[in-house]
């Protein structure tokens, strides 16, 4: 039998500056009611998005003063470096390689940009070869966690015996926008938080999970749901309040699709792992599946502990869901721009 692709490892790591969500909540009444009349409307988004702190790439009273691209960009290339680090190192310890073990690193991150890559940046610190084969991938947002999974396998697959790092990081906060007085940017100020993830994927014979199938599905007409506005001063978010009932609507039937292309339906998934996007699309996300309300516990506790950290937070949940025990078979869940959903199946070992 020929080997299949397998997860060997999986680290994940925060910025050490916290923000409250309290004082996220302050911090925003101070900066946005006096010249937003509609934030008193939009304030109550604080208490309602299940987010206790989250942790940012900059202490608080950084945002409190305005940003250009210049000083967001190089935010970024320091935090980001640090944060990439740290999860990849934590996951090639788990996984009891080193850097040099590495033939090709998969990096997704949608909030920054530096050239060099960040694995090139980090390549002498991390001891990759010279050999290594580099795949960044921007734009995917807060699917990439499973796209960017779906990938890295796909490169193992083809690699047998070769193993594969995988970095989904993520500075949502850095694109908070003094200057934006709207809907979005409130949302976006209530839910999003920085952080990064790592896992090794190898073809080969151990590992945690077996990386049965990947997949997506692009809804058509749907770039207005989600992406960034670029201008002058960095990213705006775009966000339509559509997103909740949407993902309600149409996420099951795709995953449903995806599912089917590989001989797959619901009831062969013993645990749906998702990205906890916010409280309203968590609920949905249950009843577009046909779960049990609350039984996304895992993707609650880790919105409530980290917020929403894009790319990488389903990778937070499904760090939580192999230590609680994985099912006999589990299905990653996210959605992105696109409007997209991604989805990846694993398969317990043992």
């Known amino acids: 039998m ?8 999986l680290a994940t790591a925060v910025p050490t ?27 109550g988004v604080f208490e309602n998005a299940g987010i206790s702190k989250r942790h940012a790439a900059r202490p608080l009273e950084w945002f409190e003063a305005h940003h250009g691209w210049q000083d967001r960009m190089e935010a970024y290339a320091e935090v980001a470096s640090q944060l990439f680090a740290e999860a990849a190192e934590k996951a090639l310890a788990q996984a009891g ?9 998969v990096t997704v991150s949608s909030t920054g940009i530096v050239t060099p890559s960040l694995d090139a940046r980090l390549s002498r610190q991390l001891g990759f070869r010279a050999d290594i084969e580099r795949v960044p991938v921007f734009g995917l947002g807060c699917a990439a966690g499973v796209s960017g999974l779906g990938i890295a396998s ?15 990081l993520e500075l949502c906060t850095l694109a908070f926008r003094l200057d934006e007085l709207t809907r979005p940017n409130i949302i976006a100020t209530a839910l999003f938080a920085d952080g990064a993830a790592a896992c090794v994927l190898q073809n080969g014979e151990r590992g945690i999970a077996e990386v049965e199938s990947s997949g997506e599905h692009l809804f058509p007409d ?33 995953i449903d699709g995806i599912l089917s292309r590989s001989g797959l339906a619901r009831r062969d998934i013993g645990r749906f792992i998702c990205h906890p996007g916010g409280a309203k699309v968590i609920g949905a996300m249950e009843t577009t599946l046909g779960l049990e309300p609350q039984s996304l516990d895992h993707e609650r506790a880790v919105l ?19 230590r609680a025990g994985l099912p006999e078979r589990a299905a990653v869940i996210a959605m992105g721009p696109g409007f997209s959903a991604s989805c990846v199946t694993l398969k317990r070992i043992g």
């Open 304 to 322: 409530a502990e980290f917020g929403n950290m894009s790319s990488p937070t389903v990778l937070f949940v499904l760090e939580r869901a192999i």
């Open 222 to 254: 749907t770039l207005d749901i989600m992406g960034w506005k670029i201008d002058d001063t960095g990213f705006g978010i775009l966000l339509a309040q559509s997103l909740p009932p949407f993902a309600e609507r149409e996420l099951g039937p795709a």
């Open 154 to 168: 796909r490169m193992a697959a083809v690699r047998p015996g070769k193993t594969v790092l995988f970095v989904a």
């Open 97 to 105: 390689i080193s850097g040099s073990d590495i033939d090709c690193v």
């Open 17 to 43: 500056d916290i923000i409250t969500q309290e004082e996220a909540a302050a911090a925003s009444a101070r900066l946005f009611a006096h010249r937003f009349k509609d934030f008193r409307h939009l304030a």
């Open 2 to 9: 020929n080997p299949t692709v397998k997860l060997l490892s």
